[in-house]
């Protein structure tokens, strides 16, 4: 079978082949919506398949972005990838998914891998800060890289975060507002950036509302369910709550795992908040109140601002606001209830 160029697609759509080129780049500007169709349907009827290897040495692009996060068996980055994936896919670019499960060496490694590949771009989720080595790679490679969800907020780096600070303020206030005054919460790692900010927040709400937080209330967690099932079984039989704040949704799950065991009803005798708003907490019983952070869009943005980056067109960092959601696992205290 002989392998078919633009120049049988110019010849069999009847224009030239600087237009097929202009279309396969998405150049199209000053080119009817009618000339483009003809030309796309004449591919589509003809099975053309680009050479995107030549076309990436005369273009210098390879059409490929990089995607590096910390975890994709919590459910929270599979819907932030889904974002970015739907995103590049608009603006012609695959997507190449690597998972580095919080390790360094395998950040380190997943970077050298995509400058191998020659990815025009890179997005970055890392444990906290970027290590030197993992600024050495992206410095001298020249790519371009955007960080998301986990990086240096207090950096020139354009990226794309959420305010997890007033995230952890909204569930504080939330729970506050409820009366609760004996609450307990359960962070992730310390040395994460997002988890010490939310936890920062978390306490500024119970001081305004003259609650006190005791260091032995405060649980450190790793946003896995299964530690914190531990964790919370081991501090609910030693401990008198009426309401825990879990710092991710995976966590919340875990804490109710270990209220069910005990006989801890939710919420009339612990009310629990978590964070995130995966699509699993919608089918906990009763549904799990949570802090969302709007995952999907923020994967969408992270793309677009890493383009732009690609493209040497001006843009800024975002921060993405969080929201209450307020469903059934969260309940107002009684006043007189003897904890």
């Known amino acids: 079978m002989v392998k078919l160029t633009i120049k049988d697609i110019a010849r069999e759509a009847g224009v030239s082949i600087t237009t097929v080129s202009r279309v396969l780049n998405n150049k199209e500007e000053g080119m009817s919506q009618k000339t483009r169709e003809k030309v796309l349907r004449v591919m589509e009827e003809l099975n053309y398949q680009p050479n995107k ?37 608009k603006k012609n670019y695959s997507l190449i998914i690597c998972n580095s499960d919080d390790q360094s ?26 290590s030197k080595t993992s600024k050495n790679q992206l410095q001298s490679g020249k790519i371009p890289y955007v960080l998301f969800d986990r990086g240096e907020e207090a950096s020139n780096q354009s990226g794309v975060f959420l305010d997890n600070e007033q995230g952890g303020y909204l569930a504080g206030k939330h729970l506050t507002d409820l009366d609760h005054t004996q609450i307990a919460c359960m962070t992730g790692p ?3 950036l997002n988890s010490q900010q939310r936890l920062l927040g978390f306490r500024r709400s119970l001081k305004e509302a003259s609650v006190e937080l005791p260091k032995s209330f405060v649980l450190i967690g790793d946003f896995q369910m299964e530690t914190a099932y531990r964790l919370a ?40 908040i978590g964070f995130d708003d995966i699509p699993l907490v919608t089918a906990l019983i009763p549904k799990l109140t949570t802090i969302r952070q709007g995952t999907y869009e923020m994967g969408r943005k992270a793309i677009e601002l890493l383009i732009n980056e690609i493209e040497n067109k001006s843009s800024e960092g975002v921060v993405f606001e969080p929201t209450l959601i307020v469903r059934e696992s969260t309940k107002k205290l009684k006043r007189g209830v003897d904890l």
């Open 105 to 130: 060496q395998k950040e380190e490694k997943y970077l050298r891998l995509l400058q191998e590949q020659q990815v025009d771009g890179i997005l970055l989720s890392s444990k906290n800060r970027l």
């Open 53 to 89: 290897l030549a076309r990436g040495l005369v273009t210098k692009r390879s059409n490929m972005l990089g995607l590096i996060v910390p975890n994709i068996s919590n459910p929270f980055f599979p819907e932030l990838c889904r974002g970015a994936e739907d995103e590049a896919n």
């Open 190 to 192: 310390t040395e994460i």
């Open 233 to 272: 079984k081991e501090f609910l039989q030693n401990n008198t709550v009426s309401a825990i704040f879990a710092c991710n949704d995976l966590m919340a799950c875990g804490i109710y795992q270990a209220a069910h065991e005990l006989g801890i009803q939710i919420p009339d005798q612990l009310s629990i």
